[in-house]
Protein backbone atom coordinates (compact mmCIF):
# COMPACT_ATOMS: atom_id res chain seq x y z
CA UNK A 1 0.00 0.00 0.00
CA UNK A 2 2.94 2.59 1.08
CA UNK A 3 4.83 1.84 -2.44
CA UNK A 4 1.67 1.79 -4.50
CA UNK A 5 1.16 4.35 -7.50
CA UNK A 6 4.75 5.39 -7.51
CA UNK A 7 5.07 5.29 -3.92
CA UNK A 8 2.73 8.03 -3.77
CA UNK A 9 1.62 7.15 0.37
CA UNK A 10 5.35 6.98 1.07
CA UNK A 11 6.01 10.89 -0.12
CA UNK A 12 2.97 11.48 1.53
CA UNK A 13 4.24 9.90 4.49
CA UNK A 14 7.68 11.26 4.14
CA UNK A 15 6.20 15.36 3.65
CA UNK A 16 3.79 15.05 6.54
CA UNK A 17 5.09 12.94 8.82
CA UNK A 18 8.41 13.90 8.64
CA UNK A 19 8.41 17.42 7.28
CA UNK A 20 10.83 16.58 4.21
CA UNK A 21 10.21 19.20 1.44
CA UNK A 22 10.40 16.99 -1.55
CA UNK A 23 8.94 19.72 -4.56
CA UNK A 24 9.63 17.15 -7.32
CA UNK A 25 9.89 13.07 -6.99
CA UNK A 26 11.03 10.78 -9.49
CA UNK A 27 10.60 7.26 -9.06
CA UNK A 28 12.48 4.27 -10.55
CA UNK A 29 11.56 0.74 -9.94
CA UNK A 30 14.24 -2.13 -9.59
CA UNK A 31 12.22 -5.43 -9.26
CA UNK A 32 13.20 -5.85 -12.89
CA UNK A 33 15.06 -4.53 -16.26
CA UNK A 34 13.21 -5.23 -18.79
CA UNK A 35 11.30 -8.15 -17.86
CA UNK A 36 14.89 -9.51 -16.53
CA UNK A 37 14.69 -10.14 -12.84
CA UNK A 38 18.26 -11.82 -12.63
CA UNK A 39 20.17 -10.36 -9.08
CA UNK A 40 22.96 -9.61 -11.56
CA UNK A 41 21.04 -7.87 -14.23
CA UNK A 42 19.30 -5.63 -11.31
CA UNK A 43 22.27 -4.68 -9.30
CA UNK A 44 23.88 -3.64 -12.39
CA UNK A 45 20.92 -1.39 -13.14
CA UNK A 46 20.56 -0.21 -9.79
CA UNK A 47 24.62 1.14 -9.77
CA UNK A 48 23.92 2.62 -12.61
CA UNK A 49 20.98 4.81 -11.76
CA UNK A 50 22.18 5.31 -8.09
CA UNK A 51 25.82 6.53 -9.46
CA UNK A 52 23.60 9.01 -11.76
CA UNK A 53 21.56 10.23 -8.98
CA UNK A 54 24.87 10.69 -6.51
CA UNK A 55 26.20 12.75 -9.11
CA UNK A 56 23.86 14.86 -9.83
CA UNK A 57 23.03 13.42 -13.55
CA UNK A 58 19.65 11.83 -13.32
CA UNK A 59 16.10 13.09 -11.66
CA UNK A 60 15.92 9.59 -9.11
CA UNK A 61 14.44 10.41 -5.86
CA UNK A 62 12.93 7.45 -5.00
CA UNK A 63 14.44 3.68 -5.85
CA UNK A 64 12.20 0.69 -5.28
CA UNK A 65 13.98 -3.20 -4.25
CA UNK A 66 17.39 -1.66 -5.34
CA UNK A 67 19.97 -4.79 -5.96
CA UNK A 68 22.91 -4.55 -3.54
CA UNK A 69 25.77 -6.43 -2.86
CA UNK A 70 27.50 -7.01 -0.02
CA UNK A 71 31.01 -8.93 0.80
CA UNK A 72 30.36 -11.17 3.86
CA UNK A 73 33.41 -13.74 4.48
CA UNK A 74 35.43 -13.12 1.61
CA UNK A 75 32.27 -13.59 -0.45
CA UNK A 76 29.49 -11.29 -2.83
CA UNK A 77 26.47 -11.56 -1.41
CA UNK A 78 23.26 -10.18 -2.87
CA UNK A 79 20.77 -7.81 -1.20
CA UNK A 80 17.30 -8.03 -2.20
CA UNK A 81 15.80 -5.22 0.26
CA UNK A 82 12.26 -4.83 0.58
CA UNK A 83 12.87 -1.05 1.41
CA UNK A 84 13.04 2.09 -0.94
CA UNK A 85 16.31 4.29 -1.19
CA UNK A 86 15.35 7.95 -1.58
CA UNK A 87 17.75 10.63 -1.97
CA UNK A 88 17.50 14.53 -0.76
CA UNK A 89 19.88 17.26 0.26
CA UNK A 90 22.60 15.63 -1.56
CA UNK A 91 22.09 12.12 0.81
CA UNK A 92 20.83 8.86 0.23
CA UNK A 93 18.42 7.11 2.92
CA UNK A 94 17.43 3.91 3.74
CA UNK A 95 13.81 3.37 4.53
CA UNK A 96 12.34 0.47 6.48
CA UNK A 97 9.27 -0.18 5.98
CA UNK A 98 7.66 -2.62 8.31
CA UNK A 99 4.44 -4.42 9.85
CA UNK A 100 4.57 -4.05 13.55
CA UNK A 101 2.59 -0.28 14.72
CA UNK A 102 3.82 2.44 16.30
CA UNK A 103 1.65 3.44 19.06
CA UNK A 104 1.65 6.53 20.57
CA UNK A 105 5.07 7.43 18.84
CA UNK A 106 6.60 4.10 20.41
CA UNK A 107 7.65 1.10 18.78
CA UNK A 108 8.77 -2.48 20.26
CA UNK A 109 12.42 -1.83 21.00
CA UNK A 110 13.22 -5.78 19.88
CA UNK A 111 11.29 -5.52 16.96
CA UNK A 112 12.90 -1.67 16.18
CA UNK A 113 16.64 -3.25 16.79
CA UNK A 114 15.89 -5.80 13.95
CA UNK A 115 15.28 -3.62 11.32
CA UNK A 116 17.40 -1.24 12.04
CA UNK A 117 20.10 -4.06 12.29
CA UNK A 118 18.87 -4.93 8.64
CA UNK A 119 18.76 -1.46 6.99
CA UNK A 120 22.59 -1.38 8.43
CA UNK A 121 23.29 -3.76 6.41
CA UNK A 122 21.91 -1.78 3.13
CA UNK A 123 23.55 1.44 4.55
CA UNK A 124 27.15 -0.55 4.63
CA UNK A 125 26.18 -1.96 1.01
CA UNK A 126 25.12 1.24 -0.68
CA UNK A 127 28.24 2.58 0.86
CA UNK A 128 30.76 0.57 -0.58
CA UNK A 129 29.07 0.74 -4.04
CA UNK A 130 29.87 4.56 -4.09
CA UNK A 131 32.89 3.97 -2.89
CA UNK A 132 34.01 1.72 -5.42
CA UNK A 133 33.14 4.91 -7.51
CA UNK A 134 35.02 7.52 -5.93
CA UNK A 135 32.42 8.49 -4.06
CA UNK A 136 32.14 9.52 -0.18
CA UNK A 137 30.33 7.22 2.11
CA UNK A 138 29.07 10.13 3.73
CA UNK A 139 26.85 10.52 0.71
CA UNK A 140 24.51 7.48 2.27
CA UNK A 141 22.91 9.11 6.17
CA UNK A 142 23.07 6.50 8.71
CA UNK A 143 19.67 7.97 10.28
CA UNK A 144 16.78 5.16 8.93
CA UNK A 145 13.65 6.21 7.97
CA UNK A 146 11.06 3.63 9.49
CA UNK A 147 7.80 3.53 8.37
CA UNK A 148 5.00 1.57 10.16
CA UNK A 149 1.24 1.67 10.65
CA UNK A 150 0.36 4.53 13.06
CA UNK A 151 -1.32 2.92 16.44
CA UNK A 152 -3.90 0.64 15.33
CA UNK A 153 -4.88 1.60 11.67
CA UNK A 154 -3.59 0.57 7.95
CA UNK A 155 -2.44 4.56 7.82
CA UNK A 156 1.67 4.76 7.56
CA UNK A 157 3.58 6.88 9.44
CA UNK A 158 7.45 7.11 9.84
CA UNK A 159 10.41 8.28 12.26
CA UNK A 160 14.12 8.50 12.26
CA UNK A 161 15.84 5.95 13.55
CA UNK A 162 19.75 6.81 14.51
CA UNK A 163 21.69 3.80 13.38
CA UNK A 164 25.39 5.13 13.35
CA UNK A 165 26.76 2.80 16.46
CA UNK A 166 24.72 -0.21 14.99
CA UNK A 167 25.82 0.39 11.45
CA UNK A 168 29.24 1.11 13.59
CA UNK A 169 29.15 -2.53 15.40
CA UNK A 170 28.22 -4.52 12.45
CA UNK A 171 31.22 -3.04 9.94
CA UNK A 172 33.72 -4.14 12.64
CA UNK A 173 31.47 -7.57 12.75
CA UNK A 174 32.07 -8.29 8.90
CA UNK A 175 35.52 -7.03 9.13
CA UNK A 176 36.29 -9.89 11.66
CA UNK A 177 33.71 -12.60 10.32
CA UNK A 178 36.05 -15.45 8.78
CA UNK A 179 36.28 -16.85 5.33
CA UNK A 180 33.70 -19.05 4.35
CA UNK A 181 35.99 -21.90 3.40
CA UNK A 182 37.76 -21.17 6.71
CA UNK A 183 34.44 -21.85 8.30
CA UNK A 184 34.09 -25.03 6.21
CA UNK A 185 37.41 -26.75 7.25
CA UNK A 186 36.06 -26.45 10.66
CA UNK A 187 32.65 -29.07 9.69
CA UNK A 188 33.29 -32.37 10.63
CA UNK A 189 34.73 -34.30 7.94
CA UNK A 190 31.68 -36.26 6.08
CA UNK A 191 29.25 -33.78 7.14
CA UNK A 192 26.75 -33.27 5.10
CA UNK A 193 23.46 -31.68 4.77
CA UNK A 194 22.49 -32.92 1.29
CA UNK A 195 18.39 -34.02 1.25
CA UNK A 196 19.04 -36.53 -1.29
CA UNK A 197 15.86 -35.52 -3.79
CA UNK A 198 14.57 -37.44 -6.19
CA UNK A 199 13.80 -36.22 -9.79
CA UNK A 200 10.45 -34.38 -8.18
CA UNK A 201 12.66 -32.95 -5.77
CA UNK A 202 11.20 -34.16 -3.28
CA UNK A 203 13.86 -35.02 -0.03
CA UNK A 204 14.66 -39.08 0.44
CA UNK A 205 16.99 -38.34 3.08
CA UNK A 206 15.61 -39.19 6.41
CA UNK A 207 14.93 -36.57 9.32
CA UNK A 208 16.24 -38.41 11.71
CA UNK A 209 19.91 -38.57 9.89
CA UNK A 210 19.59 -34.64 9.56
CA UNK A 211 19.08 -33.63 12.95
CA UNK A 212 21.81 -36.12 14.07
CA UNK A 213 24.07 -34.30 11.46
CA UNK A 214 22.68 -30.92 12.77
CA UNK A 215 23.82 -32.18 16.24
CA UNK A 216 27.18 -32.20 15.56
CA UNK A 217 27.42 -28.77 14.54
CA UNK A 218 28.00 -26.02 17.26
CA UNK A 219 24.87 -23.55 17.79
CA UNK A 220 24.92 -20.21 19.09
CA UNK A 221 21.07 -19.10 20.03
CA UNK A 222 19.92 -15.72 20.64
CA UNK A 223 16.13 -15.17 21.38
CA UNK A 224 16.34 -12.09 18.88
CA UNK A 225 17.13 -15.37 16.09
CA UNK A 226 13.54 -15.78 16.50
CA UNK A 227 12.90 -12.86 14.16
CA UNK A 228 14.97 -13.81 11.56
CA UNK A 229 16.31 -17.27 11.24
CA UNK A 230 14.60 -20.71 10.26
CA UNK A 231 16.69 -22.61 12.30
CA UNK A 232 15.81 -20.83 15.37
CA UNK A 233 13.32 -22.72 17.08
CA UNK A 234 16.00 -25.94 16.48
CA UNK A 235 18.61 -24.00 18.40
CA UNK A 236 16.81 -22.67 20.59
CA UNK A 237 16.14 -26.54 21.29
CA UNK A 238 19.31 -27.61 21.87
CA UNK A 239 20.41 -24.51 24.14
CA UNK A 240 17.42 -25.45 26.24
CA UNK A 241 18.73 -29.01 26.54
CA UNK A 242 22.42 -27.92 27.45
CA UNK A 243 20.55 -25.48 30.27
CA UNK A 244 22.58 -22.88 28.07
CA UNK A 245 21.85 -18.72 29.82
CA UNK A 246 21.66 -17.80 25.67
CA UNK A 247 18.08 -18.72 26.14
CA UNK A 248 17.28 -16.15 28.53
CA UNK A 249 18.71 -13.50 26.47
CA UNK A 250 21.98 -11.10 26.33
CA UNK A 251 20.92 -8.90 28.79
CA UNK A 252 21.04 -11.49 31.29
CA UNK A 253 23.84 -13.39 29.93
CA UNK A 254 26.09 -10.57 29.93
CA UNK A 255 24.99 -10.18 34.29
CA UNK A 256 26.06 -13.69 34.50
CA UNK A 257 29.63 -13.08 33.04
CA UNK A 258 31.78 -15.83 33.60
CA UNK A 259 28.64 -18.57 33.94
CA UNK A 260 27.62 -20.38 30.78
CA UNK A 261 24.62 -22.27 32.37
CA UNK A 262 21.52 -22.17 33.96
CA UNK A 263 22.60 -25.39 36.03
CA UNK A 264 25.45 -23.59 37.28
CA UNK A 265 23.49 -20.34 38.36
CA UNK A 266 21.19 -22.80 40.35
CA UNK A 267 23.99 -24.38 41.91
CA UNK A 268 26.08 -21.43 43.41
CA UNK A 269 22.86 -19.99 44.13
CA UNK A 270 22.29 -23.33 46.43
CA UNK A 271 25.76 -23.51 47.46
CA UNK A 272 26.10 -26.79 45.48
CA UNK A 273 28.90 -25.57 43.63
CA UNK A 274 32.54 -23.90 44.50
CA UNK A 275 32.79 -21.02 43.01
CA UNK A 276 35.86 -19.89 41.04
CA UNK A 277 37.68 -16.32 42.76
CA UNK A 278 35.98 -14.50 39.71
CA UNK A 279 32.54 -15.83 40.80
CA UNK A 280 32.68 -15.32 44.10
CA UNK A 281 31.21 -11.70 43.89
CA UNK A 282 28.12 -13.36 41.51
CA UNK A 283 27.70 -16.13 43.66
CA UNK A 284 27.33 -14.40 46.76
CA UNK A 285 24.48 -12.24 45.06
CA UNK A 286 22.69 -15.22 43.91
CA UNK A 287 22.75 -17.36 47.39
CA UNK A 288 21.22 -13.49 48.54
CA UNK A 289 18.58 -13.93 46.08
CA UNK A 290 18.26 -17.26 46.61
CA UNK A 291 17.57 -16.31 50.19
CA UNK A 292 15.04 -14.03 49.49
CA UNK A 293 12.96 -16.06 47.34
CA UNK A 294 12.33 -18.42 49.99
CA UNK A 295 11.93 -15.90 52.38
CA UNK A 296 8.92 -14.83 49.90
CA UNK A 297 7.87 -18.11 49.28
CA UNK A 298 7.44 -18.46 52.80
CA UNK A 299 9.87 -21.42 53.20
CA UNK A 300 11.49 -19.82 56.36
CA UNK A 301 14.85 -18.93 54.30
CA UNK A 302 15.69 -22.39 53.65
CA UNK A 303 17.82 -21.71 50.25
Known sequence: MVKDNGCAELVRVLRETLQLTLPEVGYEDLNNVGGDGRAAVRHDRTAQVLLQAARGDGDGTLFDHPMLRLRVGGHEAFLEPDLVAFRID???????????PILDGQA??????????QACAYIIALRDLLARAGIDGQ??????????????????????????????????????????????DLVPEGLTFDLDLDEEQR?????GELTASLDRVLVTYRPDCLN???????????ARAEASLDVLGPMVREQFGGIDTTTMVMGLAHGELQPSEAQSEMADALRHAARLRAELEGLGGAA
Do not use: W
Not at 90 to 100: A, L, Q, T
Open 90 to 100: GRFHIVEIKSF
Open 108 to 117: DPTQVRAATT
Open 139 to 184: AVSDTVVLVAPKDFTNRPTAAFVDARKQVAALSRQLSRIERIGDLV
Open 203 to 207: PRRPA
Open 228 to 238: HCEMAFYCRSR
